[in-house]
């Protein structure tokens, strides 16, 4: 085997790296405040599932969804995290897990309360990566500890009082 043949990475390892290239494309959108750039790592069809439970469709839902918590509630807000784990599922499907955490505006670190765990689903299509599933869950463990358990049951609570109402 010739040394050049020992100097290039894997297969694995190149996609390794774009899969996790995906995620710090999103954090990166995010600290500029771009509803369409936080989109594009994923593909047309890509479902994200926010820490609340909504499910939006494809990039034409995410996007203005993004843009709009940009321009509001997150608006010089930043997203900071990495990721944990990389396992492929096939040559051509990832499983990636993260966690992150959101640094509020004027704030010098990221606020305990909105910190995540986040799965996320990439495949490989006509030789690039994309995302097609995110599923994002605030972190609230329930039973290890009093305040962990006391803010998992005031949220509860909050959601069932001011939440959707069912139809």
Same mark, same amino acid.
């Given at each position: 085997?010739?040394? !050049?043949?020992? !100097?290039?990475?894997?297969?694995?390892?190149?996609?390794?790296?774009?899969?996790?290239?995906?995620?710090? !494309?999103?954090? *990166?959108?995010?600290?500029?405040?771009?509803?369409?750039? =936080?989109? *594009?790592?994923?593909?047309?069809?890509?479902?994200? /599932? *926010?820490?609340?439970?909504?499910?939006?469709?494809?990039?034409?839902? /995410?996007?203005?969804?993004?843009?709009?918590? =940009?321009?509001?509630?997150?608006?010089?807000?930043?997203? +900071? #995290?990495? &990721?944990? @784990? +990389?396992? =492929?599922?096939?040559?051509? +499907?990832?499983?990636?897990?993260?966690?992150?955490?959101? &640094?509020?505006?004027?704030?010098?670190?990221?606020?305990?309360?909105?910190?995540?765990?986040?799965?996320? &689903?990439?495949?490989?299509? *006509?030789?690039?990566?994309?995302? +097609?599933? =995110?599923?994002?869950? %605030?972190? %609230?463990?329930? #039973? %290890?500890?009093?305040?962990?358990?006391?803010?998992?049951?005031? @949220?509860?609570?909050?959601? %069932?009082?001011?939440?959707?109402?069912?139809?």
């Amino acid at each position: 085997m010739n040394s !050049q043949a020992l !100097q290039q990475p894997s297969p694995i390892a190149s996609d390794e790296t774009a899969v996790r290239a995906l995620y710090q !494309q999103m954090m *990166a959108a995010w600290n500029i405040g771009s509803g369409e750039a =936080f989109a *594009a790592p994923f593909g047309e069809d890509g479902d994200l /599932i *926010a820490f609340d439970g909504t499910h939006f469709k494809g990039r034409r839902e /995410i996007a203005p969804f993004h843009q709009q918590l =940009f321009d509001t509630y997150l608006k010089e807000t930043r997203l +900071v #995290g990495q &990721v944990t @784990s +990389v396992r =492929f599922l096939s040559p051509d +499907v990832a499983l990636i897990h993260a966690v992150g955490g959101t &640094v509020m505006r004027g704030k010098p670190a990221p606020s305990p309360e909105r910190d995540s765990i986040q799965t996320l &689903v990439a495949t490989k299509r *006509a030789g690039e990566w994309c995302l +097609v599933a =995110f599923q994002n869950t %605030r972190i %609230r463990p329930i #039973g %290890r500890n009093v305040t962990g358990t006391l803010l998992w049951l005031l @949220s509860d609570w909050l959601w %069932r009082v001011c939440g959707p109402k069912k139809k």
